[in-house]
């Protein structure tokens, strides 16, 4: 399946590799291609190889991830992981909100396989007074 969209355009992907070249660490960027979409994009295959977790790669590759989409005007993030995996806390603990559970929204791969849940993370931008120093000047002031 990464394959697959590391050969659409309109996925931009970010690796990781170690000392050998190989890769252990993967995230994906879909812009939404939709009008009114044009500040969303989708968080896409978020994956660390197992033997090289819990060393902040997970945290960097985000971070490449979103600097990237605040570049591309991409400052509405949507992502998805199954109910119940430590990911859900993961996404949490870095800004993520919590939208909800979509159920049947996912093909199940297995059996035991549960609905997948949303978040969002919004990023700074213009529309965003915090993202904006001057629109907190008070205009009486000098
Ligand atoms: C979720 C996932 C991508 C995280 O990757 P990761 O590289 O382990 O993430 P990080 O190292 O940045 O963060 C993991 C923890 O290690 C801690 N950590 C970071 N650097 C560290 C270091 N140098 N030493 C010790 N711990 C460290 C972080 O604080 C973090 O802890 P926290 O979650 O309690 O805050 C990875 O577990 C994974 O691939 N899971 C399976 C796939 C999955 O669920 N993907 C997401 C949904 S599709």
Do not use: C
């Not at 997948?116 to 915090?130: C, N, V, Y």
């Amino acid at each position: 399946m990464v394959a697959h969209a590391l050969a659409d355009p309109g996925h931009v992907t970010w690796v990781a590799r170690d000392d050998d070249g190989r890769i252990v660490g993967v995230v994906q960027l879909r812009p939404a291609q939709e009008a009114t979409g044009r500040h969303r994009a989708d968080v896409n295959k978020v994956l660390v190889h197992t033997q090289v977790r819990e060393r902040g790669l997970g945290q960097r590759l985000m971070a490449s991830l979103e600097r990237a989409a605040a570049e591309r005007g991409r400052w509405l993030l949507i992502l998805e992981t199954q109910t119940g995996s430590p990911a859900e806390h993961w996404y949490e603990r870095r800004g993520r909100s919590r939208i909800g559970v979509l159920a049947d929204h996912a093909a199940a791969p297995t059996a035991r396989s549960h609905p997948p849940h949303s978040f969002t993370k919004a990023l700074p931008h213009e529309a965003d007074p915090a993202a904006i120093p001057s629109a907190h000047t008070d205009p009486t002031s000098s």
